[in-house]
């Protein structure tokens, strides 16, 4: 399997609002469509993409920047995202990291979802292609910054 890691710094982003995005999801074109949106809005710093749990948990380990938003696809192989959400929900010093659910699947297992929806940190989902409407809703509800969402 194929545990790519994808790092990218936006140069032009000086006044992002999010420091760090990492993107954990199998589907390389995923990563470039996500990766081209956050690069135009200039919504973040950096940005990493990772094609497995394990992946994006090793360099979690390794890594001293931390992730502020991730981007978790729940259905993937050998390891699904839920294993992703429980590892950082272990670790005090990545409680501030939010997460969004961004799948094909949004209706094909609601139990998943419901299990996925029990941890603070995961602030929504989105069905999959990402696109600014879709991200929108889920950071700037009514067209407000949430208060809750610190980064």
């Known amino acids: 399997m194929n545990n790519a ?3 990218e710094d936006f140069q032009d982003s000086h006044t992002a609002t999010i420091s760090t995005v990492w993107h ?3 589907d390389s074109a995923e990563h470039h469509e996500a990766r081209r949106l956050l690069k135009e809005t200039g919504l973040c710093k950096h940005y990493a993409a990772f094609q497995s749990v394990s992946a994006a948990l090793k360099h979690l380990e390794h890594s001293l920047v ?3 938003l991730v981007f978790l696809e729940l259905f993937l192989p050998y390891q699904g995202g839920i294993a992703f959400v429980e590892a950082i929900q272990a670790r005090a010093e990545l409680l501030h990291t939010k997460i969004i659910i961004l799948t094909s699947w949004i209706n094909l297992n ?3 979802l419901h299990q996925a929806n029990a941890y603070p940190q995961v602030i ?3 069905e999959k ?3 600014m409407q879709n991200l929108n809703n889920i950071l700037y509800p009514s067209n407000e910054y949430q208060s809750n969402m610190t980064y």
């Open 66 to 68: 931390k992730p502020d």
């Open 110 to 112: 609601p139990l998943l």
């Open 124 to 126: 929504g989902f989105l």
């Open 5 to 7: 890691y994808f790092p």
């Open 24 to 26: 954990i999801d199998i």
């Open 129 to 131: 292609p990402l696109n």
